[in-house]
């Protein structure tokens, strides 16, 4: 089992920038692929970037491309979100999940339902 704890979610003015971080216990955390999700209200849940924490593969989503950077440190078992050049459609609800790996080629992104564990989220509101 995984455990996964999100943080530094809050208010932010559109074109500014914000930081996630993803903190993950458990003792097979180095075998899983970690990202972040997000869900709009009134929409579904979209992924938005994952690493795998083995060796840094990521997938990104299209939308969020040159604005948004996933980075891993493995020591601390973390897992961040850098967001720049923010958009009022970037407000959600922000939730880290992570998926177990069982195999060591390249890594495909396999969508929400996919994952394997989630944390509680954390919310993110970008003003206009």
């Known amino acids: 089992e995984v455990q996964l704890v999100e943080s530094g979610g809050g208010l932010v003015q559109a074109g500014g920038s914000l930081t996630l971080s993803c903190a993950a216990s458990g003792s097979t955390v180095e075998h899983h692929a970690i990202g972040w999700f997000r869900q709009a209200p009134g929409k579904e849940r979209e992924g938005v970037s994952v690493?795998?924490?083995?060796?840094?593969?990521?997938y990104v989503e299209d939308s969020v491309k040159g604005r948004f950077t996933i980075s891993r440190d493995n020591a601390k078992s973390t897992v961040y979100l850098h967001m720049s050049s923010l958009k009022p459609e970037d407000t959600a609800v922000y939730y880290c999940?992570?998926?177990?790996?069982?195999?060591?080629?390249?890594?495909?992104?396999?969508?929400?339902?996919?994952?394997?564990?989630w944390g509680t989220g954390t919310p993110v509101t970008v003003s206009s």
């Open positions: 690493i795998r924490l083995s060796d840094g593969s990521t």
């Open positions: 999940a992570s998926e177990y790996l069982y195999y060591t080629g390249r890594y495909y992104y396999t969508g929400v339902d996919g994952m394997d564990y």
